[in-house]
Structures are given as structure tokens and as C-alpha cells.
């Protein structure tokens, strides 16, 4: 859930009275030149394996320009320009982080011919889970020692709690176990997180177990009543002036819907404005 109900409500709340549910999340341009990097490094990282699925190998050059066409693609399409230096260290940075990747002890054995079973999954293809079409694709998913490995990969280290990521990525195995092919016992499958932390990949088990499957299942149904409350809040109010500004202006900082928001000049300000607002309507 975004941590701006107001961003939230402008993204994805429709004003036909229902949410979007059933289609994937539209597709928002990147707001800043590290989100535009960590998107290219996502799409070429999954054409990186298509390939590798089919035992084409990439060469060290073949990689690194892929990755740069990629990046100069993505910045021509969106129309961002950043300083010379900055672009080409960026792209440094991600071709480093890209080639890394590969080293890392989860993911290694793709690489070396080993296993025989594994898949890669676009994170945009959803699962029905007791009505709700959830996007939780792992990245990849490795058949090893009898049971499944669900790999979740973080390019970069995400804000919610730790309990709340755990629970999260134990959605994976919601999803698999709704997917034809799949294992439907619990049991049957591992979850790992490779994650970018600063300068390297950190690797991590997350417990499976029925009881914290079933916590990560009310986790995702307090978002989905979250997103129906706030949908409602939308379309009450279609000037949004009172929906719950971002909880924290780092967020604002970003935010492409800043210069439209009571909290262009301060969030602050913004919300004890719409604090007396309120007072007053009531
Ligand atoms: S500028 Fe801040 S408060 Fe306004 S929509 Fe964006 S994140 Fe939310």
C-alpha cells in the first residue's frame, strides 16, 4: 500500500465506484533517475534470463550494452535528462549490480548449468487468491532437493517493516500454489529474498509455515479493505482535498503529483490546513 493515501487515490482509484482489480497496475512513467536505472536493470534482467533459459549466454560486452541501450532508451521515452557524468556513472553502477547478481549463491546455479528445473516470472502476472488478483510473481522459481525455491528479487531496499516484507513474500507461495504446475501443499516450497543493500546483494530465508501463510493472507486482505475504504473515500470526495496526505514529506520529494498538492510547499502546512478544514466542516 502506498504510503500516501492522496498518491494512492490518484494513481489507482478509478471513479467508476469499483478498484481496478482485475487488470495489471498501469504502468507509471519513473519519477527520478534512480527509479528509471532500477526499472532498466528489472527489464534486463528478465531478457538476461530469457535468454539464459534458452542456453544463450551473454558476453560481458554483450551485457553492459544492453544494459546502456536499455538506459538511454528509457530516458529518450520519458524524456529525462541528467548531468553526462551522472548518467554514465549510473550506468556503471548498474551494470556492476546486474553482473553481481549473478554471483549470488541463490542464483548462481542458473548460471553453471545447474538446476534442470527452474522458471523466471514477470511480477506482472497475477494469481486469483480468494477473489483478489494478486501480483506476487516470484522472480524465479528453482526445483531443487524436492521442493521449490521461491526467489523475491529487491533491487532496491524497500520501506516497509521487517514482519511486513516476511509477509509479503510469503504471498509468492499463495501464488504458486494457485498456479497450474505447482505444488499445492505449503511444504513444498522455500522462500528466498536476494536484496540490493547498498553495495551488494544480501541473501535471506524467509520461514514458511501455515500460520505465518495465513498471517500474510490478512495482511493482504487489510490491504485490499484499505484500498475498497480509500476508493470510497476517492469517490466521495472527487476533489481529494481530503483524503490523508504522505506520512512522511521524503515522500513528497518524489512524488509526481506534487505540483497539483495542498503539500507542494510543505506537508507540514499542507495538513494542518486541511486539519482546519476539517474542523470547520464538522
Ligand atoms: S506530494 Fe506528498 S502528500 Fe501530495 S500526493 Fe505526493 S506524496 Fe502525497
Known amino acids: 500500500m502506498n504510503a500516501c493515501p492522496r498518491a494512492w487515490a490518484i494513481t489507482y482509484a478509478t471513479l467508476s465506484g469499483h478498484l481496478n482489480s482485475s487488470k495489471a497496475p498501469p504502468s507509471t512513467p519513473p519519477r527520478t533517475f534512480d527509479d528509471l536505472l532500477t526499472r532498466t536493470m528489472r527489464a534486463t534482467w528478465l531478457k538476461r534470463l530469457a535468454d539464459q533459459y534458452q542456453r544463450k549466454i551473454w558476453s560481458i560486452p554483450y551485457g553492459k550494452q544492453t544494459l546502456e541501450n536499455a538506459v538511454d532508451d528509457a530516458m529518450g521515452l520519458v524524456n529525462m535528462s541528467v548531468p553526462h557524468l551522472h548518467l554514465e556513472m549510473g550506468k556503471v553502477r548498474s551494470n556492476k549490480q546486474l553482473r553481481s547478481l549473478e554471483q549470488c549463491q541463490t542464483l548462481r546455479p542458473l548460471f553453471t548449468g545447474q538446476p534442470r528445473r527452474w522458471a523466471y516470472f514477470d511480477r506482472r502476472t497475477s494469481a486469483n487468491i480468494g477473489g483478489v488478483e494478486v501480483y506476487a510473481a516470484p522472480d524465479v522459481a528453482i526445483f ?135 474542523l470547520r466542516t464538522n
Request: charged content about 20%; glycine content about 4%; overall charge positive.
Open 144 to 278: 531443487h532437493q524436492h521442493r521449490w525455491t521461491l526467489v523475491r528479487l529487491q533491487f532496491r531496499s524497500p520501506r516497509r517493516s521487517l514482519l511486513g516484507q516476511q509477509l509479503e513474500h510469503l504471498l509468492m507461495v499463495h501464488w504458486a500454489m494457485n498456479q497450474p504446475g505447482f505444488p499445492r501443499n505449503f511444504d513444498a516450497y522455500r522462500v528466498r529474498v536476494v536484496r540490493w543493500q547498498g553495495r551488494a546483494w544480501q541473501e535471506h530465508t524467509v520461514q514458511v509455515s501455515n500460520e505465518l501463510l495465513e498471517q500474510s493472507l490478512g495482511l493482504m486482505n487489510h490491504d485490499v479493505q484499505e484500498m475498497t475504504w480509500l476508493q470510497r473515500w476517492a469517490n466521495a470526495d472527487p476533489s481529494l482535498n481530503s483524503l490523508p496526505l504522505a506520512t512522511h514529506h521524503e515522500q513528497c520529494q518524489s512524488c509526481r503529483h506534487r505540483p497539483g498538492c495542498p503539500a507542494k510547499d510543505g506537508l507540514n502546512s499542507a495538513k494542518r490546513a486541511q486539519e482546519r478544514t476539517v
